[in-house]
């Protein structure tokens, strides 16, 4: 949980590339098939990040969380990602994901976590309850495809 500046700097600082690449992805987008899809992801953990901040200081109904509430919402739709807020660690990479689903419904992922498309882990009814859900430790990566569903512990590395 994120709930200091200094913390959400430091999560941003590990997940998000530097200001000279992040120049080149804002170049980049507008090429197809180039940089669109790292210059979506990275607005979206960005978004992603500074909302669970937001949300654990200030709550659910302060005006700057619901900002960024429906500012995640629509990077979300638009990346068609689905992460829930307050458990994922540190150092999340997303990669090839743009397009391509991806449904993270965990009780909880560790630091180092490496995720690409099409990965979907929870149970069917995720979304209300993580009652069932697998939990994912630190250092795993997953491939393009992977589906794990159930009580399920996902090892370390």
């Given at each position: 949980?994120?709930?200091?500046?200094?913390?959400?700097?430091?999560?941003?600082?590990?997940?998000?590339?530097?200001?000279?690449e992040?120049?080149h992805?804002?170049?980049?987008?507008?090429?197809k098939?180039?940089?669109?899809?790292?210059?979506?992801?990275?607005?979206y953990?960005r978004c992603?990040?500074?909302?669970?901040?937001?949300?654990?200081?200030?709550?659910?109904?302060?005006?700057i969380?619901?900002?960024?509430?429906?500012?995640?919402?629509?990077?979300?739709?638009?990346?068609n990602?689905?992460?829930?807020?307050n458990s994922?660690?540190?150092?999340?990479?997303?990669?090839?994901?743009y397009?391509s689903?991806l449904?993270?419904?965990?009780?909880?992922?560790?630091?180092?976590?490496?995720?690409?498309?099409?990965?979907?882990?929870?149970n069917?009814?995720?979304w209300?309850?993580?009652?069932?859900?697998?939990?994912?430790?630190?250092?795993?990566?997953?491939?393009?495809?992977?589906?794990?569903?159930?009580?399920?512990?996902?090892?370390?590395?």
């Open positions: 949980m994120i709930t200091t500046k200094e913390e959400l700097k430091s999560y941003l600082d590990v997940e998000l590339p530097s200001a000279t992040r120049c992805l804002w170049f980049r987008r507008f090429y098939y180039t940089g669109a899809e790292h210059f979506y992801q990275y607005r953990l992603y990040r500074r909302y669970e901040y937001y949300m654990n200081k200030y709550g659910s109904s302060s005006p969380t619901l900002f960024f509430r429906l500012l995640y919402t629509h990077y979300s739709k638009q990346a990602i689905s992460l829930p807020i994922i660690g540190k150092g999340v990479k997303l990669y090839h994901c397009k689903k449904i993270i419904g965990s009780k909880s992922v560790g630091r180092n976590v490496i995720l690409r498309g099409g990965v979907i882990l929870g069917q009814g995720f209300r309850s993580t009652d069932g859900c697998p939990i994912v430790e630190d250092f795993v990566e997953f491939s393009f495809g992977v589906k794990a569903f159930g009580n399920i512990i996902i090892g370390r590395g």
